[in-house]
């Protein structure tokens, strides 16, 4: 995490804090993980999202990555384009390669442009690092995903996240992804109301949280402080947990379980 975060919020910041040279190689290597999916896994059913198959989530992360290089194609101040009109993915074995294309490209412009160049998003006008962060962590969590399918039918163990993206993802998940789920009408404001949870990564430098709820509004600082429930783990896991990936099992929680249980169920976008 950059060293910047010791008198502000992360949330004070336009963008991530790890660089966005960074953020895309590990878009890279989660897509290089995705686009190594063997053919006969695609009809694997996926524990993490139900009714999925492993099928689905190649083609929404080819498709999702699509959106976002035509995205960036666009004038700053234009919308986004109309996923609906996106091209639609192929089925069957031929949507790895399809992944494989989606992701290479993606990669490949972000790459080529200035990080701090202004470019559409879902939220408005942000910096072209904005999207290497959010593309990042789309792979990793749906890298996930498969890799929890294939555990499921008795493959190995998922390979680690890279641990300072998966900080990252953390304070994208509190920066990003907690206000959008209250915008679109997440009650888990008044659910929390005068509660706080205190999130602290145990295996990469600057990774500790906390938020609090009051007045119908959450305000995400990066501290370390007491709050009604702690949850301590490595940043792989909390970011997991979070995205309700894997269990709130996996992590060290001190104080008010229900708290940590009523944020995860109520941050959904």
């Known amino acids: 995490m950059a060293d910047n975060h010791s008198d502000a919020s992360p949330l004070d910041a336009p963008g991530p804090a790890v660089p966005a040279e960074h953020l895309i190689a590990v878009l890279r290597a989660e897509g290089d993980r ?8 695609l009809a694997l059913p996926v524990p993490t999202i139900s009714g999925w198959t492993v099928e689905n989530v190649v083609r929404h ?19 986004m384009p109309d996923p609906s009109a996106m091209p639609v993915m192929p089925r069957g074995e031929a949507c790895i390669e399809a992944y494989r294309d989606a992701v290479t490209q993606l990669a490949d412009d972000l790459a080529r442009r200035d990080p701090d160049q202004p470019t559409t998003t879902f939220l408005g006008p942000r910096a072209v690092a904005w999207w290497a962060r959010r593309q990042a962590h789309e792979a990793t969590i749906h890298r996930f995903d498969i890799a ?25 998940w509190c920066q990003v992804m907690i206000p959008r789920a209250i915008a679109k009408g997440s009650t888990v404001c008044a659910d929390l109301d005068g509660r706080s949870v205190h999130i602290h990564g145990t295996d990469t430098d600057r990774a500790e949280w906390m938020i609090r709820f009051a007045d119908g509004q ?10 009604d429930v702690a949850l301590r783990g490595r940043a792989q896991d909390l970011l997991l947990a979070l995205w309700r990936r894997d269990s709130l099992d996996k992590l060290a929680i001190h104080g008010d379980r229900a708290a940590a249980e009523i944020l995860t169920a109520g941050i959904r976008v």
Do not use: Q
């Open 34 to 41: 995705i686009a190594a999916t063997s053919p006969g896994a």
């Open 148 to 172: 929890y399918a294939l555990n499921a039918a008795g493959g190995g163990s998922p390979d680690d996240a890279d641990p300072v993206a998966a900080a990252d993802g953390i304070d994208e």
């Open 218 to 227: 959450a305000a995400a600082t990066y501290e370390h402080a007491k709050g």
């Open 61 to 79: 992360t080819a498709k999702v990555h699509s959106w976002v290089l035509a995205a960036l194609r666009l004038p700053a101040s234009a919308p």
